[in-house]
């Protein structure tokens, strides 16, 4: 009996020992996002001065400096969340959509095609700038949102990761089902394969839209009007002599452009969550 307890104090010992751990290493990873927001409610003299972990009330006055030099954050914001939205659902749906293609059917020269398309992933896309900036010349799409939206359909990585785990959870069974109850091939993607899929595309789709929120090269290239500046080009320009000095203007723009990644990461993480938790489940 004093056996027993002692070995189920022991485990209540080492769980609360896991879990004190767990939270310490949250809270350091959640640290660096909580002073970045503490220090773009300061003013730049109160950053100088010391260092505080409390917010103070300087938030507004720093955005409207940014305003004030000619930085329009809003617009910027604006812009780089319709790209990252729309290149986010291309990218997810056409992508999952090939990786069904691979996954459902089998047609001669399939696993060469899909060997092909995995080698892509190791070229750089920095070898390709030079020739896909002259395709975006002639096309006239150059200061557009097109070169940065449709591009993203393309996406070897993201088909791998989708055929993987389609080849681990979607049974072809279920396909030939639904075409022997006369679901077109369409309708089956959208009703039947898609919702089985949501963890994969929710993990799929964090990554897609932090790159393509994050994405300073392309833009940079392409865009030449000021009004359609993303939020990398922003924090960029942020680094100028005219903004140098306003530390708290820096933290609010580089706060601004961090809060949609977060509020993505926590949107889309449950889906992930109870994916694994499913997953995880015997019957």
């Known amino acids: 009996m004093v056996g027993k307890v ?3 104090t022991a485990r209540i010992s080492n769980m609360v020992i896991i879990y004190a751990l767990l939270i310490l290493f949250g809270l350091l ?12 409610t300061r003013s730049t003299l109160q950053i100088q001065s010391s260092i505080s972990f409390l917010p103070s009330r300087y938030f507004f006055e720093n955005y409207n400096s ?28 056409v992508s999952a959509l090939t990786a069904f293609a691979f996954h459902a059917y089998r047609f001669k020269g399939s696993n060469l095609l899909y060997a092909i398309l995995l080698a892509t992933i190791m070229i750089p896309g920095q070898l390709g700038l030079i020739g896909f900036y002259q395709l975006m010349l002639e096309l006239q799409w150059l200061d557009s949102y097109l070169p940065l939206i449709l591009p993203s359909m393309a996406s070897a990585t993201t088909v791998f990761f989708m ?7 979607l049974s072809v069974d279920i396909i030939e089902a639904a075409r022997i109850d006369g679901s077109p091939e369409f309708l089956t993607f959208n009703l039947i394969v898609l919702p089985i899929s949501v963890p994969a595309l929710a993990t799929v789709a964090i990554g897609a839209f ?10 940079f290239l392409l865009l030449v009007d000021e009004t359609k500046y993303t939020m990398p080009m922003i924090v960029q320009m942020l680094k100028t002599n005219i903004y140098a000095t306003n530390l708290g203007a820096i933290y609010a723009g580089l706060f601004i452009t961090v809060l949609p990644l977060i509020v993505v990461y926590l949107f889309c993480s449950k889906f992930i969550i109870g994916g694994v938790n499913l ?4 019957e």
Do not use: D, H
């Open 6 to 8: 002692s070995g189920k």
């Open 29 to 40: 990873c959640l640290f660096p996002f909580y002073m970045l927001f503490v220090n773009a």
């Open 66 to 93: 940014l305003a004030e030099n000619g930085l329009n954050v809003f617009s910027a914001f604006l812009n780089s969340f319709v790209i990252a939205v729309a290149s986010t659902f291309l990218s997810v749906y």
């Open 163 to 169: 055929r993987q785990y389609f080849s681990s959870t």
């Open 210 to 219: 932090v790159g393509s929120w994050n994405n300073y090269l392309m833009p």
């Open 279 to 282: 997953g995880g489940v015997k």
